[in-house]
């Protein structure tokens, strides 16, 4: 079962412009996660923010979490033609006593140079 | 260095063949994951397990089988019963389950029916 939904599943920008990325959810979580993938590789954890977090930062990375809408975005500032990559988001349901992960479709990232 | 190694990169099916997928991790984490991957998709959970001698099925367990009988190993089998065995298979770790935090993935093995 897919918990998140990501929008857009494509995104294309300039580099040095800013990249937002959308996820939605359906059950109540304890954390939510973003993970990068570059083509062809193993994903590689960026972010996690918890239930009671509403918003973290982590070097040119932004995240919110809105329990209420059971949203969250990823914001990537001054972006990099090495942030070309496909974008996660995985959800930690509070259903779950096992700590799996949900992930969602992903949003495929091209910045040009 | 710690980490996460799946072998073999690449791996060729035939038909009505069993294959066995490799996961070993230097971590000391006490949870490990398979999911697959297709293109242009997200991951579905295969198993998972919290801790050795134990495992739970995920999503989409049919057609595959797990073990843990160490704690650093959690190999995967994609037996003739997997009908559609093509993708791209991620193991990942985690410390103890129930807490918050992020997986260590793999750098996956890509699987093709030939």
């Not at chain 1, 359906?26 to 939510?32: A, E, G, P, R």
């Not at chain 1, 930690?92 to 040009?112: A, C, H, P, Y």
């Not at chain 2, 057609?63 to 993708?87: C, D, H, I, M, W």
């Amino acid at each position: 079962s897919q918990q998140g939904e990501e929008d857009p599943q494509a995104l294309s920008i300039q580099e040095g412009e800013n990249a937002t990325m959308n996820c939605s959810y359906k059950t109540s979580i304890n954390n939510l996660q973003w993970y990068r993938q570059n083509s062809g590789r193993g994903l590689v954890h960026l972010i996690l923010i918890r239930s009671n977090e509403r918003e973290k930062h982590s070097g040119r990375l932004r995240v919110t979490l809105d329990t209420s809408k059971k949203s969250s975005s990823l914001l990537i500032t001054a972006s990099r033609a090495a942030d070309t990559a496909s974008y996660f988001c995985a959800t930690d349901e509070m259903r779950n006593q096992g700590g799996k992960l949900i992930f969602g479709q992903g949003t495929e990232l091209s910045v040009k140079p | 260095d710690g980490g996460i190694t799946q072998s073999p990169k690449y791996l060729f099916r035939k038909e009505g063949q069993n294959v066995t997928l490799s996961c070993e991790q230097n971590l000391n984490h006490d949870a490990m994951y398979w999911y697959r991957q297709d293109p242009g998709q997200g991951l579905r959970l295969i198993y998972y397990s919290q801790i050795v001698n134990d495992f739970q099925k995920g999503d989409i367990a049919e057609g595959y089988s797990v073990s843990r009988e160490k704690k650093e190993s959690f190999p995967l089998t994609v037996t003739s019963a997997q009908k559609n065995p093509t993708a791209f298979y991620l193991c990942a770790s985690s410390h103890r389950t129930g807490v918050s935090y992020g997986y260590t993935f793999g750098s996956g093995t890509r699987l093709t029916v030939v």
